[in-house]
């Protein structure tokens, strides 16, 4: 099974500022990798597939990177409805595996 | 508009069975693969299981914890995916939703589901 380690675990960040976060794969998924949005009592929302694709819908201020074993998630200014738990899947190998997720909260 | 509605969550003891059901509109369903990801409370994502379309086969696959357990079937007629879930341990507690990528995306799940609450305790 593909371990997907995420980091951090929480990111505090001001509003307007930049966050990344990384996502690492035990083995290489190619570009098989997906990101998601979860909001308390809401469902994940998809936001970056094919490591790099943004879902329909899904503002230009988030933007993914990486191949192989790393990946980024960038959120380039971050808006009040952009704190959130972030999760990295990859779809590349079986069974499908996601991170363990990344807390974005307010600074 | 891509609509998934979950529901048959419920309180159960350990040992006993459930069968959730997800309803699926707003797109061909027939063609999708369908999935099963669970969240037990204050914890991350863990996938759970999908469905192929029948005309990829139909197979099932599922996460190792609940292999031999579970079972998803579909019903292409009424547009519903079942997840028949047997022997129910207390780690088996979560919020269960559906996913599929319903044609709006190549990967990724784009649609899910609202998700239904499963209870495993004596």
């Known amino acids: 099974e593909i371990v997907m380690t995420q980091s951090p675990a929480t990111l505090s960040v001001s509003p307007g500022e930049r966050a990344t976060l990384s996502c690492r794969a035990s083995?290489?998924?190619?570009?098989?990798l997906a990101w998601y949005q979860q909001k308390p009592g809401q469902a994940p929302r998809l936001l970056i597939y094919a490591a790099s694709t943004r879902a329909p819908g899904i503002p230009a201020t988030f933007s993914g990177s990486g191949s192989g074993t790393e990946f980024t998630l960038t959120i380039s200014s971050l808006q009040s409805e952009d704190f959130a738990v972030y999760y990295c899947?990859?779809?590349?190998?079986?069974?499908?595996?996601f991170g363990g997720g990344t807390k974005v909260e307010i600074k | 508009e891509v609509q998934l509605v979950e529901s048959g969550g419920g309180l159960v003891k350990p040992g006993e069975s459930l069968r959730l059901s997800c309803a699926a509109s707003g797109f061909t369903f027939n063609n999708a693969w369908m999935t099963w990801v669970r969240q037990a409370p204050g914890k991350g994502l863990e996938w759970v299981g999908r469905?192929?379309?029948?005309?990829?086969?139909?197979?099932?696959e599922y996460a190792a914890p609940v292999a031999g357990r579970f079972t998803i079937s579909r019903d292409d007629l009424k547009n519903t995916v079942n997840l028949q879930m047997n022997s129910l341990k207390t780690e088996d507690t979560a919020v269960y939703y559906c996913?599929?990528?319903?044609?709006?995306?190549?990967?990724?799940?784009?649609?899910w589901g609202q998700g239904t609450l499963v209870t495993v305790s004596s």
């Open positions: 469905i192929k379309s029948k005309a990829a086969g139909g197979t099932t």
């Open positions: 996913a599929t990528p319903a044609g709006i995306t190549a990967a990724g799940y784009a649609a």
């Open positions: 899947q990859q779809y590349n190998n079986w069974p499908l595996t």
């Open positions: 083995q290489g998924v190619s570009n098989n």
